[in-house]
């Protein structure tokens, strides 16, 4: 268990981080959500023990991060925003080298091995030298190097950021595995949509403020949500477009084409059921209604904006 | 391997030293590298040998040791210069020290990586006195004596321990810059011209201070050479004054370097509690 208590950065008289306190169960992956400079690595290093706090602390298992920083360190996974490979070394040389230094027995040393590379998919290059992989196969590697000692938290800084959409969809994959197996792993990103689909906590910093923290329906609840109404119609699409205008809770309506209609709809469901009926008794054919997900974009635009203003 | 495994067991850190023995030396698998390195080694040592051997009386013996002096200086700067700052460059650094991993064991584990190159060096000084017709011998039929007319095996013994904390201190002062540089390129030069400084320009500063002439003082590594050779009128004592000397501030630099890498993780009690 992680448990994050008031951790507080400041540089000078610049406050980086502000109180940030969470709590974190095995199992949990954890997206860490804010713009470029909201505190996510500041946070993340003082986890890493990198960086001391000014004040408040964190303990994992019971170790606090300021008092017993080696026990920590044996538990943890940290992978920078940044590879820092060694590249004049063959693969399975820098897992060796990384299962040494974490005092992994020198028996279970080659069995560790094996099993990080078939994890991180990375066995058929476990010969090659690791200047010789691609970007994607890096990120693994370094993830397959933060895995040798089996921790029980992973500290991974925007691990998807300059990956190709394939390479970001298994290490998606590879995380939600590795949550399957009971890790608690915080990742990181400046981009929401990102993470929400594997992650089951969610939270957001801003200028070193935690705004909001949770699962991810949680915090989507706790704003005025808006959602998306998508009406597909056999014709008439226009018509209706501005049929909807100015009905209630409607926000907005944009016309998506011959046959397609778009609302901001911020009722209940019952509400919906409503609209529904008398856009059906308005005798519009109406063939299909869609109700988009939750825009996660808005959710945090929505949630960020709040502190700015 | 086993003794090494059970040092690896007290300093994790040894492991990268372990692993660039075995990429140099390791016959396992095919290991094309190695068997080159160790082949070229082989011919030029026999090479060196035979040719002493052969020719030992156009050679004079004593160029062994300038010889190996400068040499160990050199391979310690190119073993060592790169130890930390190479993984501030590569940015590694940040990952290295979330291991759980003291300052200490991280400097004097990356420390030993300069031991192989050294041992290599020093062995073959002795092997060249052998070669050369059993040193002693050899000094007498050139009319040479040693200094104070001391026995022969402790004039060996002070003369490779002279060499020995030559290269520690080489080794530690590079590793002390090390310590402080972000750049490889930067730690090697620093490191050069420290080296230089302390053993050309300080030396001669000290002595025309202190001795009213500007030389090579009895201070210098030089000058304990050459009064156990009985080249100079200094007493070989000063080669034990030179041994101490350096031995105590290279464990200085090692000190400083520690300090300067506990400083590095900002956590508290991270150099301490462990
Ligand atoms: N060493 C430092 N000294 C001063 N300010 C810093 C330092 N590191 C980060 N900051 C500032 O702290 C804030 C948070 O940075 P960071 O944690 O890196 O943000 P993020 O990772 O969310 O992009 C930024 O405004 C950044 O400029
Ligand atoms: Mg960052």
């Known amino acids: 268990m992680l448990e994050v208590l008031n951790l507080h950065k400041n540089y000078g008289s610049f406050t980086a981080v502000t109180d940030v306190s969470f709590t974190l169960e095995p199992g949990d992956v954890f997206g860490f959500i804010g713009s470029n400079g909201a505190g996510k690595t500041t946070t993340i290093k003082m986890l890493a023990t990198l960086l001391e706090p000014t004040h408040g602390t964190a303990r994992l298992d019971g170790f606090d991060i300021t008092e017993h920083p080696l026990e920590v360190r044996k538990r943890i996974g940290y992978m920078p925003d940044f590879f820092g490979l060694y590249d004049d070394v063959k693969v399975w040389e820098y897992l060796d080298y990384f299962s040494a230094l974490y005092s992994v027995p020198v028996k279970d040393r080659p069995g560790v091995i094996d099993n990080v590379l078939e994890l991180t998919d990375l066995t058929f290059k476990r010969d090659a030298m690791v200047a010789s992989l691609s970007r994607g196969m890096q990120q693994r590697l370094c993830l397959a190097r933060c895995l040798v000692h089996d921790p029980t938290l992973l500290l991974l800084d925007e691990p998807a950021s300059g990956l190709d959409p394939r390479a970001r969809a298994e290490l998606k994959e590879l995380l939600a595995e590795l949550g399957r197996m009971g890790k608690i792993i915080l990742v990181s990103s400046h981009i929401l949509p990102e993470l929400a689909d594997f992650c089951n906590k969610v939270g957001i910093i801003e200028r070193g403020n935690m705004l909001a923290f949770g699962g991810v329906d949680e915090i989507a609840r706790g704003l005025k949500s808006i959602k998306v109404l998508e009406f597909r119609v056999m014709d008439r699409a226009s018509e209706l477009s501005m049929w909807l205008h100015g009905k209630p809770n409607i926000q907005n309506t944009y016309l998506m084409g011959a046959t397609t209609v778009k609302v901001d709809f911020d009722g209940s469901h019952e509400n919906q059921v409503e609209l529904v009926r008398a856009i059906v008794n308005a005798g519009y054919p109406v063939m299909e209604v869609r109700e988009e997900g939750v825009d996660l974009e808005d959710v945090f635009l929505n949630v960020t904006q709040g502190a700015l203003n | ?274």
């Open chain 2, 1 to 274: 391997m086993s003794l090494w495994m059970r040092w690896e067991e007290r300093n994790p850190m040894l492991a990268e030293t372990r692993i660039v023995l075995r990429r140099w030396l390791g016959l396992k698998g095919d290991n094309l590298q190695a068997k080159l390195v160790i082949a070229a080694v082989c011919v030029v040592v026999l090479g060196i040998i035979g040719a002493v051997a052969r020719y030992s009386f156009l050679v004079d013996t004593t160029v062994a040791f300038p010889i190996a002096w400068v040499l160990l200086g050199l391979v310690s700067i190119i073993t060592l210069h790169g130890a930390l700052a190479r993984e501030r460059e590569k940015r590694s650094m940040e990952v290295l020290l979330t291991t759980p991993l003291t300052a200490k064991q991280i400097v004097l584990g990356k420390l030993t990586r300069a031991v192989p190159a050294i041992t290599a060096i020093l062995v073959c000084v002795p092997v060249f006195l052998l070669a050369s017709g059993l040193g002693r011998a050899f000094f007498k039929e050139n009319g040479l004596t040693w200094g104070d007319n001391l026995p022969a095996a402790v004039v060996m013994v002070a003369l490779l321990g002279y060499l020995v904390s030559s290269s520690f201190f080489a080794m530690c002062l590079t590793m002390a810059v090390s310590a402080m540089t972000q750049r490889v390129a930067a730690s090697l030069l620093l490191s050069f011209a420290l080296w230089i400084v302390v053993y050309l320009i300080v030396p001669i500063i000290l002595s025309s201070i202190f001795w009213g002439e500007a030389g090579i003082s009895m201070w210098h590594p030089m000058a304990a050479f050459f009064a156990l050779v009985g080249f100079s009128e200094y007493s070989s004592l000063s080669s034990f004054i030179v041994i101490g000397w350096q031995l105590a501030l290279g464990a200085g630099l090692l000190v400083f370097a520690i300090r300067r890498m506990s400083r590095e993780t900002q956590a508290a009690g991270a150099a301490v509690s462990g």
